[in-house]
């Protein structure tokens, strides 16, 4: 059975960075794709970026472009999400995903809290 | 404003059938049978109900069926239950050089 882990719940200071992890078991991790996809408070689901770890290539949202950063290490099954410049909008639980090749998302982690408060 | 239109809220009694729709363009939902819904319980992560259009994951109960017609895609809900209250989310691989996939508002479902 997958299961994607995510670490565990951030606060931060407006102007600084988070890193996410998201470590995979149970499956082939490079065989997917992993994206991140983060959740407002009260709000919808919104894409930030993917990463094929075969490959370590990695693409974002507009949006994001320029402050979020993925990354994969195959070695471990783990992928990351950064993310730099926090501003408050930028509090949200944040999540991994595993996504088959119609990009569907078959596998959630848990979510990751990330708090941005002076 | 999200990319994909869904209704902010829908509802039912214990029994019925239920709709929900998710309007797209071209780019997405109309040029692809790539349209999966999630299902998203307070607190928890999505978890996929549908995927391709009209297909459903090991352990989804048939209860729920998708379908689509040009740029709309829709979930359907039968004979309701009161666990099937939760948020749906409606999502589309998008030909967008600037995204991947696209989701939609969000719809609440109510079991009355």
């Known amino acids: 059975q997958v299961q994607l882990v995510q670490s565990g719940a951030e606060v931060k200071k407006p102007g600084s960075s988070v890193k996410v992890s998201c470590k995979a078991s149970g499956g082939t991790f490079s065989s997917y794709t992993i994206s991140w996809v983060r959740q407002a408070p009260g709000q919808g689901l919104e894409w930030m970026g993917r990463i094929i770890p075969i490959l370590g290539i990695a693409n974002y949202a507009q949006k994001f472009q320029g402050r979020v950063t993925i990354t994969a290490d195959k070695s471990t099954s783990t992928a990351y999400m950064e993310l730099s410049s926090l501003r408050s909008e930028d509090t949200a639980v944040y999540y991994c995903a595993r996504a088959d090749p119609t990009a569907n998302f078959d596998y959630w982690g848990q979510g990751t809290l990330v708090t941005v408060s002076s | 404003q999200s990319a994909l239109t869904q209704p902010a809220s829908v509802s039912g009694s214990p029994g019925q059938s239920i709709t929900i729709s998710c309007t797209g363009t071209?780019?997405?939902?109309?040029?692809?049978?790539?349209v999966s819904w999630y299902q998203q319980h307070p607190g928890k992560a999505p978890k996929l109900m549908i995927y391709?259009?009209?297909n459903r994951p090991s352990g989804v109960s048939n209860r729920f069926s998708g379908s689509k017609s040009g740029n709309t895609a829709s979930l359907t809900i039968s004979g309701l239950q009161a666990e099937d209250e939760a948020d749906y989310y409606c999502s589309s691989y998008t030909s967008s050089s600037t995204l991947y996939v696209v989701f939609g508002g969000g719809t609440k479902l109510t079991v009355l």
């Open positions: 391709d259009v009209s």
């Open positions: 071209s780019s997405d939902v109309g040029g692809y049978n790539y």
